[in-house]
């Protein structure tokens, strides 16, 4: 290369995107941007010819879009797969491969048509944005060439530059061709169709509708030609399979996005292993019926409860089981799964979690629903994994046909079919914006959160599995804020005993450093949420039932258990604090300590060491925001459980979809509270933290540090995005709101002020 091992390197990354930067904004589309690249490269690391080549997931082939050196006919028609060739290789490895001799190499692939056999060297880079490879930038020498490790790092550097150049310039000639289709033109301005819905999840897209007709099942089979032993290994195979694919689902989920979005399909373990719902399905297959039959009149007969008792929540449970069912049947040969290779924007009237937690991401750009709504699990799992998403009415949904043009805002719930073409120039803009705003964030993984004036604010993690750990550097947080123990409870099929408990507790601890605080919840279990070995009784309102510390301090044995598995665990780390959840009074947390200190005595008084551990409580239920100080005495900090805190003081179920909007924690009444507390708490010197969505909401999180609070815990994914809307306001400024946001008479008002405080904030 022209540059030498003792060139200044940050000089000449520095003469390159200044270069970049010219490309961007003196060409005229983007094939001219993508070859002008290519040539740029070419010159100033001399080499005798680069080239550029993005995989298209649709076909799920790598294609050359751009080169200078090979020949310039071949763009767009030289493709190969990510199996084939060394530029496949690169893909698959998602790191550098070089060969001075690229025939010799065994995975080398001869394209005659572009010319490259006569070229020797090859060394080829990943292209990368949001951590996924999605290109592959390579050079050529003619003579045979090894590239030193710094020639290596700094085309590397090149590479890390020019994808953003690279990802925009296809967007936009995406967008280009779409708004060249016939299909955008042929419609009269009259045919475009404006939906007003439900925002499900934020961002916006551009795509051709892909219809998925998702009915009910046809009834099987019921009578059975063969015996019932066969019968019953053909379903006792269904339900091997689709436990092993509930389990891969459940890791898939957890890699992509959390722990938290994964322990969805807990839920559809619970079912699978339910021993009254395997006892149903087998019972009629005893009675000689197939197992298909067994199996989707089982199912039918659980729906049919759940819609008997008109309860929202339990109507989400009912897809839960739904989705299983289907998943049975599916492996007996019905094909009832949502599966399709199209790209576009999916039209569904229900999609269930297990369809999105398979769908390609690449593929689908954006989701539009008529049932399910903001509370589905189908709607968390698309905002974990930035997919727009918007919930219309059934009969708007009617009118879309596969194949339409459509565009989404999932921030503002509005859906347009066959847009005019200044609704797509906006569009255009806004996705442009998107992306750009989503490349910042990346700017905001590694560095400490300050407001603009350079006040700190801690940003943790809630995790919910010790191999959660893992997130915390991936997304900058700074400790673990809540570790939901009952998630690892719920994945089990028996309580834990002390041994296996403080194994995984211990595991946590060991991957996390020992200056970031982790702060353990107890088991905060009830009827809603449990494991059929944990034996609740059915309740009329769980959330306001027999749950969490009220049930343990009742049935001591299995918190004593848990809290003798932390101490051992614990050891004499120093971050360790412990939390109670669900206290409604003073005698509560009394009983809880209490019950602590016997089993601190009890482990110490086994010769194994303990440590100081500080004990909080949550604030969640308004009568202990209402007497806080009565409790300040008793605790060494504060944890506000947003979630539960709202409902409770709005009265309104956060998993009604037919009261959702009514859910908002910017609710003055529970600001006020909020502010009672954080008063309260500094009067007595004693720390506040608040976790829960709140806490990663762009509005919410400026009003809570207005109000003076400086540690806020979220879904570790949302740390960069409140890390970047934080910075764009002083303390002073959100102090100021906060007190505004406390004279405000709704919600709508206090995010309506903030929005005309911060106009120019992107907060998708």
């Known amino acids: ?8 390197q940050l000089y000449f990354a520095l003469q390159t995107f200044t270069e970049v930067n010219r490309i961007i904004t003196s060409s005229h589309n983007s094939d001219e941007t993508l070859a002008r690249t290519a040539k740029m490269i070419a010159k100033r690391i001399d080499v005798d010819a680069c080239s550029i080549y993005i995989y298209d997931s649709d076909k799920g082939i790598l294609i050359l879009k751009a080169t200078h050196g090979l020949d310039p006919s071949t763009i767009e028609t030289v493709y190969m797969r990510p199996s084939e060739g060394l530029v496949g290789l690169v893909l698959e490895r998602s790191t550098p491969v070089q060969e001075s001799q690229m025939q010799k190499h065994p995975r080398f692939k001869a394209f005659p048509q572009t010319k490259e056999d006569s070229f020797s060297s090859f060394l080829g880079v990943p292209l990368i944005e949001h951590r996924r490879s999605f290109g592959v930038l390579v050079v050529h020498t003619t003579e045979p060439r090894t590239f030193s490790p710094l020639e290596v790092q700094l085309l590397s550097s090149i590479a890390t530059q020019i994808s953003s150049l690279v990802s925009k310039a296809l967007l936009l000639k995406e967008l280009d061709i779409a708004t060249q289709e016939p299909s955008f033109d042929t419609k009269s301005k009259g045919n475009t169709l404006h939906f007003s819905g439900q925002p499900v999840a934020y961002g916006v897209a551009v795509g051709k509708a892909v219809l998925l007709q998702q009915s009910d099942v046809e009834e099987p089979q019921k009578t059975s030609s063969r015996t019932s032993e066969s019968e019953m290994s053909d379903f006792e195979a269904a339900m091997d399979h689709t436990i092993s694919d509930t389990l891969e689902l459940i890791e898939k989920v957890t890699d992509r996005v959390g722990t938290e979005e994964a322990s969805i399909f807990h839920a559809h373990l619970m079912f699978l292993e339910d021993h009254h719902f395997q006892e149903k ?8 019926n197939t197992a298909a039959w067994s199996i989707y009149q089982t199912v039918h007969e659980y729906l049919g409860a759940f819609a008997e008792i008109k309860d929202p929540y339990l109507s989400e449970k009912g897809s839960d089981l739904k989705d299983v069912g289907y998943r049975l049947l599916h492996y007996l040969g019905h094909e009832v799964l949502s599966v399709t290779k199209k790209s576009g924007i999916l039209i569904m009237r229900q999609l269930l979690p297990g369809d999105i937690a398979r769908m390609d991401t690449t593929r689908i750009k954006g989701i539009i629903l008529s049932k399910g709504g903001v509370v589905s699990h189908a709607a968390i799992l698309a905002r ?8 219309i009415d059934d009969h708007e949904l009617d009118q879309l046909k596969d194949g339409d043009p459509l565009a989404i805002n999932g921030d503002s719930g509005v859906a347009v079919a066959f847009p005019e073409k200044e609704v797509l120039e906006e569009f ?35 995790i919910a599995l010790g191999s959660d750990e893992i997130q915390l550097p991936r997304y900058g947080a700074e400790g673990v804020g809540l570790f939901r123990t009952e998630i690892y409870f719920l994945s089990l099929d028996s309580y834990p005993n002390v041994e296996e408990q403080t194994q995984v507790y211990r595991e946590l601890l060991e991957n996390v450093d020992s200056d970031k605080p982790v702060i353990f919840r107890t088991l905060d279990v009830g009827a809603d949420k449990a494991a059929p070995y944990m034996g609740f009784q059915e309740e009329e309102n769980p959330f306001l039932g027999y749950r969490a510390v009220r049930r343990q301090l009742k049935q001591k044995t299995v918190l004593k258990e848990q809290l003798r598995a932390l101490l051992f665990a614990t050891g004499t780390r120093p971050n360790v604090r412990l939390l109670f959840p669900m206290i409604t009074n003073v005698n509560e947390i009394r009983q809880a300590k209490e019950l602590f200190k016997e089993c601190r005595l009890e482990v110490e008084e086994s010769g194994a060491p303990t440590a100081e551990i500080e004990i909080g409580m949550m604030f969640e239920v308004p009568s202990t925001l209402l007497i806080c100080e009565k409790f300040m005495s008793e605790i060494d900090f504060c944890s506000i459980g947003s979630n539960d805190l709202t409902q409770y003081v709005l009265a309104v179920d956060r998993n009604n979809p037919h009261i959702a909007d009514l859910y908002d924690p910017l609710h003055p009444a529970v600001l006020h509270l909020i502010d009672k507390l954080v008063k309260t708490a500094q009067e007595h010197q004693k720390p506040v933290e608040l976790c829960g969505e709140m806490a990663s909401d762009p509005d919410g999180c400026i009003i809570l540090v207005g109000l003076g609070i400086n540690t806020l815990s979220m879904n570790a994914p949302l740390i960069p995005v409140v890390k970047r809307r934080l910075s764009d306001i002083s303390l002073p400024d959100a102090k100021k709101l906060a007190q505004r946001a406390l004279k405000a008479t709704s919600p709508m008002e206090v995010r309506k002020m903030i929005r005309e405080s911060l106009p120019d904030s992107h907060t998708v």
Do not use: W
């Not at 290369?1 to 200044?8: C, F, G, I, K, N």
């Not at 255009?428 to 700190?456: A, I, W």
């Open 384 to 391: 974990s994994l930035r997919i727009p998403a918007v919930c």
């Open 281 to 288: 399905i087998k019972t009629k297959i005893e009675s000689g």
């Open 1 to 8: 290369m022209a540059v030498s091992e003792s060139q200044d």
């Open 428 to 462: 255009k803009k806004l996705l442009v914006e998107q992306q750009n705003y989503f490349e910042h964030l990346e700017e905001f993984r590694d560095v400490p959160c300050k407001t603009s004036d350079g006040t700190r604010i801690s940003l943790m993690a809630n």
